[in-house]
């Protein structure tokens, strides 16, 4: 099956045949001053096996449109378990969720739209029986901000979750977590190294809506395991991710400085190269609304660039040989060793936007758009 979610507050549980509904769950909506949409499942799901009452079974692990998290039986839709992580007004899970390799599931807190922002986080639970096992504030008591928009990303080898942070609040001078990039021990969430962007680098609401990458890079001859990721700015940032207090090891500038592009896009990588799309750029002296970029892993030097037609919102996904994003009513597949489109799609029903990744799966491409429709592309 594929799973996904839409905002009626509905996570599907679809066949991957025909697209239709094996069991679908309700997992409830969100609305909110800025937001008189009603907004539910923006969590993606992630599928694992569990031993749950001594029996072997996979688990869809999603946020809830309000602000609780679930864990159903993947066959069948069934509540597992279900665990409120935040009654603060506003509170939303934006974020995906990433499940480790030693029996917990970790998902981001965050706001609605901003408005009114929380203080956010990031939650560790149990994953069989959904008791919350540690929480990391991104604020201090009684503030206000940083939120997790963005997946964490876990090195079960290092033993660390990583993660970024959104724009902070009313307490911005103690607010060193907001708009920054975190690592954490997922032995009991706590602080391993932090870096924030600094106020000269910023932009009027900057952010990290992205969720961080891992790859590898040889830079001056010494091998790094490195992490990734792009800021609202239009800079991408990259780290040694055993020390992300020391800073970036490079930086490149992905769009224009003056970009009014969200550049929340995430990243990708393939074993070779980065492939990050962001918002308004210039190459090779055409103003672009967007872009798609083949990066070098050990400097961020740009192999080649595609300029886009849109600003992409959606993150980039890599297989061996292909990139792929969607933006705006498009969908376009490119060749990742010359940039090249091999295929593009339009969609023409109105209010399209693929804002959301795409899934590969026995050669098949899955992707949901906005106009409430889930598309499948065959070889």
């Known amino acids: 099956m594929i799973y996904w979610g839409s905002w009626d507050g509905l996570e599907h549980g679809s066949s991957l045949t025909n697209g239709s509904d094996v069991w679908t769950a309700q997992l409830g909506t969100s609305t909110g001053v800025c937001a008189s949409q009603p907004h539910g499942v923006t969590s993606s799901a992630t599928i694992a096996t569990e031993v749950i009452g001594g029996v072997s079974t996979p688990v869809d692990y999603v946020g809830g449109g309000n602000a ?3 864990a159903l039986n993947a066959n069948t839709g069934a509540v597992i378990w279900q665990t409120a992580l935040s009654t603060q007004t506003g509170a939303y899970l934006c974020s995906s969720p990433a499940v480790d390799s030693n029996g917990s599931v970790y998902v981001g807190l965050s706001s609605l739209m901003d408005c ?7 939650v560790q639970l149990n994953a069989v029986t959904g008791a919350i096992q540690n929480t990391y504030y991104t604020v201090p008591t009684a503030c206000a901000g940083a939120s997790v928009w963005g997946s964490p990303t876990i090195d079960d080898t290092l033993g660390m979750v990583y993660f970024a942070t959104g724009n902070g609040g009313p307490c911005a001078s103690t607010e060193t977590m907001a708009d920054a990039v975190i690592a954490l ?16 680098s910023q932009i009027t609401d900057g952010d990290f809506g992205a969720t961080p990458t891992l790859f590898s890079a040889t830079i001056g001859g010494v091998s790094h395991q490195m992490l990734g990721l792009q800021n609202k700015n239009g800079t991408y940032y990259a780290f040694d991710r055993t020390n992300i207090s020391a800073g970036p090891l490079w930086q490149s500038s992905i769009a224009s400085p003056t970009s009014t592009g969200q550049n ?3 990243s990708a990588w393939d074993g070779t190269n980065l492939y990050v799309a962001s918002g308004a750029t210039t190459i090779n002296g055409i103003k672009c609304r967007g872009s798609l970029n083949a990066v070098n892993p050990s400097s ?18 890599a297989v061996p040989g292909l990139a792929v994003v969607g933006y705006g009513n498009l969908l376009r597949i490119a060749n990742s060793a010359t940039g090249k489109f091999p295929f593009t799609y339009k969609d023409t029903t109105t209010n399209s936007n693929f804002w959301g990744p795409a899934s590969i799966s026995n050669g098949v491409l899955y992707i949901g758009n906005r106009d409430g429709n889930l598309y499948a592309f065959g070889r």
């Open 68 to 70: 609780t998290f679930y």
């Open 300 to 317: 961020g030097a740009f192999i080649w660039q595609d300029c886009l037609t849109a600003d992409p919102l959606a993150p980039v996904i």
């Open 264 to 266: 929340i896009s995430s």
């Open 116 to 122: 009114p922002l929380v203080r956010a986080g990031m």
């Open 185 to 200: 021990s997922t032995t009991n969430l706590s602080l391993l190294g932090s870096w924030q962007v600094p106020s000269t």
